[in-house]
């Protein structure tokens, strides 16, 4: 019998990937397909669903096209951004863009920040679902984009028929099943699950002015919800000749493209389901997600969660994050006048990172590290989701001078890698101090490829970081779900524990633990002069 493979697919902010792997988790190939932003403009950021299956389907029919029989293709799981699709009753797209009007514009993404007003009113009801979210429901989530819809565009909310996240819309595309994941609905959508109790809260949407979200049993925002990995069936007719695969392939219930990496990353080199608490996941693209599970639920304030199962089935999930990680380092670069310098045929980051040993040397410093004793960043661009949960707070620069050069680029590029570590660092703090114990870091993502942010990670919190080799955790976690689906595994735990990828360690330089001590001093100091700015200028 041929050995069984499994298809991973992968949507984020600006591209589909989709990833083939064997049974045992050795990944044999990627195929990446690039999808667009629409409409970006002050707070908004739109997608268009029909784009992206289109360009779904061309990453798993490219990744497969080497596969003589696809057969063996037992299996396919999705991941995506926690994005809110509309659909009407045909399941066509209804827009959501005020601004264009076109119903190909059908997602609101999840960087979008135009619920400000929205989620500040929610919070402001303080009902007690809130407590699965830090305290306050953020205008990532869907609660208040809901809202959004049904005060600024009445056509749209009459005309909707479905929400859905992303990820629900893939499984619905590739299957036909309208069922939701129990991650996406119970970590962006307030649905409850503790273990005794599972369902829609009736009372905390009638208490923000959703309640007819509720009619005909909950059918525009979901009816059935199911844990990931579970088979929503086989692909249909349609998707089988979309994708090139067979119709008897297993569609596994979707999971959040973060809670994908999170379960990827933290069965690395793991034994029992026991070695996956005590570890901290962070899973670097746009943003930074840091994913950690627990036996038992801890509450922490500015910490989404605890979620029951919505990454790795029985345990406890708490989800905290940094809005703007890798685009607040790609903002840097590309606004700054030196960006364009950048000649060598290397990538931009290995360029700077390069120059500031240079640098380094020239100052006869032991390590680049130092090199910004008098330059601070402070990195909130985009504002803080974690653990101060304030989307108004803004990004702080102190040590600018006339300087234009790529050496000042250099230094403001590891100012921010800095800045992402000691933010790391706060969060975890704040998970300790609530019953947490972390003991290592394990990263996948753009960022995590940079040796300087790695090493920076180790070196400011003191810790182990570990960094999978196949460096596609996000796709693994995918595949994961698909190998569970099929019922190659009994369980997603035993499909983890049975795919999971090794990793190299990266130890900390404890000769630079006071500095980095002294720089998280800085770094909290203008966080909180920061407040007090903003408290200034309210009074009268």
Not at 82 to 97: A, E, F, G, K
Not at 130 to 155: A, F, I, R, T
Not at 161 to 170: E, I, M, N, Q, T
Request: hydrophobic share 40%; charged share 15%.
């Amino acid at each position: 019998m041929a050995e069984a493979h499994y298809v991973g697919v992968d949507v984020g902010t600006s591209s589909v990937r989709a990833g083939l792997v064997k049974r045992g988790g050795h990944m044999l190939a990627i195929h990446t397909v690039p999808i667009t932003v629409g409409n970006p403009a002050a707070n908004f950021y739109e997608q268009d669903s029909e784009e992206i299956w289109a360009a779904v389907c061309q990453a798993v029919k490219v990744v497969t096209s080497g596969l003589s029989d696809k057969s063996v293709v037992r299996g396919i799981g999705f991941d995506a951004t926690c994005s809110l699709v509309v659909l009407d009753h045909d399941l066509r797209p209804v827009t959501i863009s005020p601004n264009t009007g076109k119903d190909n514009f059908n997602i609101i993404m999840w960087m979008d920040h135009r619920a400000k007003d929205q989620a500040f009113y929610i919070n402001s009801q303080q009902h007690k679902v809130l407590k699965y979210v830090g305290g306050k429901v953020s205008l990532e989530m869907q609660s208040p984009k809901l809202l959004w819809l049904k005060v600024h565009m009445e056509d749209t909310w009459k005309r909707a028929a479905h929400f859905l996240d992303l990820p629900d819309y893939l499984t619905l595309k590739a299957s036909g099943s309208l069922s939701r994941s129990l991650c996406s609905v119970v970590c962006k959508w307030t649905y409850q699950c503790d273990g005794s109790t599972q369902g829609w809260d009736h009372s905390f949407f009638k208490s923000i002015g959703l309640e007819d979200l509720a009619q005909d049993n909950w059918k525009k925002i979901g009816q059935k919800v199911v844990a990931p990995g579970t088979s929503c069936g086989v692909l249909t007719a349609a998707a089988a000749e979309q994708m090139g695969l067979v119709r008897t392939t297993q569609v596994a219930t979707s999971i959040i493209d973060a809670h994908a990496g999170g379960l990827g990353l933290v069965a690395t080199q793991a034994t029992t389901s026991d070695d996956f608490v005590g570890r901290l996941a962070l899973i670097c693209g746009t943003s930074t997600c840091h994913m950690c599970v627990s036996q038992d639920p801890i509450f922490c304030q500015g910490v989404w969660g605890p979620y029951l199962s919505a990454m790795v089935p029985g345990c406890w999930l708490n989800e905290a994050g940094q809005s703007a990680s890798g685009s607040l380092v790609d903002h840097i670069i590309k606004t700054h006048p030196a960006a364009n310098k950048c000649t060598t045929g290397k990538n931009v980051y290995q360029w700077l990172e390069e120059l500031l040993a240079v640098m380094a040397k020239e100052e006869k410093l032991s390590d680049p590290t130092l090199l910004t004793r008098d330059f601070h960043l402070y990195p909130d661009f985009h504002g803080n989701r974690s653990p101060i949960a304030d989307p108004t707070m803004k990004g702080m620069i102190s040590g600018l001078t006339l300087d234009a050069s790529d050496r000042n680029l250099a230094l403001l590029y590891l100012a921010a890698i800095q800045a992402l570590a000691y933010g790391t660092r706060q969060i975890i703090e704040q998970l300790t101090s609530n019953g947490h114990n972390i003991t290592s870091l394990l990263m996948c993502g753009g960022l995590s490829k940079s040796p300087i942010f790695a090493q920076t990670h180790a070196d400011a919190l003191g810790m182990k970081v570990l960094i999978p080799q196949a460096q596609a955790p996000v796709l693994l976690g995918a595949s994961i779900l698909a190998a569970a689906a099929s019922g190659d595994y009994p369980d997603v735990t035993s499909a983890a524990l049975a795919m999971a990828d090794t990793a190299p360690s990266c130890l900390p330089h404890q000769e630079l633990t006071r500095y980095h001590d002294r720089k998280y001093q800085v770094f909290k100091k203008m966080q909180a002069d920061q407040e007090a700015y903003c408290q200034l200028m309210l009074n009268e």
